[in-house]
């Protein structure tokens, strides 16, 4: 990943924590998500509760990035953490993982994580990933190309 621009608006990861799960443990994966101290950069870890089916009360833990350098390392870091075949599967899946805004969305398996395995799903006991590129002019075309280019390793660049 190139980083003399800026790749990302945002980046906001959340999880959702039911009542069954241990939050203090997701919360954890959710900090160890970043390759920076929060505290040191005084990056907020937002929580929030919402209703889920049968009225469970589920938290919402969530962590934005906005900083150019937090977006730019965050994405270096996080595709140097994905297996050659994980890289592949993010290309191929690119386009339906982009938005009409130009937001790339990834899932990251919340038990393989816990593991400190990066394994992308699709299914729903995740880290949701929001990626909002910084694409201009704003086209899908833009976006996918930068999405090429973020997923190179910095080996390959």
Same mark, same amino acid.
């Given at each position: 990943? /190139?980083?003399?621009?800026?790749?990302?608006? !945002?980046? #906001?990861? @959340?999880?959702?924590?039911?009542?069954?799960?241990?939050?203090? *443990?997701?919360?954890?994966?959710?900090? +160890?998500?970043?390759? =920076?101290?929060? $505290?040191?950069?005084?990056?907020?870890?937002?929580?929030?509760?919402? &209703?889920? =089916?049968?009225?469970? !009360?589920?938290?919402?833990?969530?962590? #934005?990035? !906005? *900083?150019?350098?937090? !977006?730019? @390392?965050?994405?270096?870091?996080?595709?140097?953490?994905?297996?050659?075949? /994980?890289? &592949?599967?993010? +290309?191929? /899946?690119?386009?339906?993982?982009?938005?009409? /805004?130009?937001?790339?969305?990834?899932?990251?398996? *919340?038990?393989?994580?816990? @593991?400190?395995? $990066?394994?992308?799903? @699709?299914?729903?006991?995740?880290?949701?990933?929001?990626? %909002?590129? %910084?694409? =201009?002019?704003? &086209? &899908?075309?833009?976006?996918? +190309?930068? $999405?090429?280019?973020?997923? *190179?390793?910095?080996?390959?660049?």
């Amino acid at each position: 990943v /190139q980083t003399s621009m800026r790749l990302a608006h !945002t980046i #906001t990861i @959340d999880v959702i924590i039911p009542p069954e799960e241990d939050a203090a *443990k997701l919360k954890e994966g959710l900090v +160890r998500l970043l390759p =920076f101290d929060i $505290v040191a950069e005084k990056i907020v870890l937002h929580e929030q509760k919402a &209703k889920g =089916f049968n009225e469970r !009360t589920l938290l919402i833990s969530r962590i #934005t990035l !906005t *900083k150019e350098r937090h !977006t730019n @390392d965050w994405l270096r870091w996080f595709v140097e953490k994905l297996s050659a075949t /994980q890289r &592949k599967l993010l +290309r191929d /899946q690119m386009e339906s993982r982009l938005d009409e /805004q130009n937001h790339f969305f990834l899932r990251i398996d *919340k038990n393989a994580w816990l @593991d400190g395995n $990066v394994i992308i799903t @699709d299914l729903g006991n995740c880290y949701h990933i929001d990626i %909002a590129l %910084a694409v =201009f002019p704003s &086209k &899908k075309e833009n976006a996918l +190309r930068l $999405v090429e280019t973020i997923l *190179k390793p910095v080996s390959e660049n």
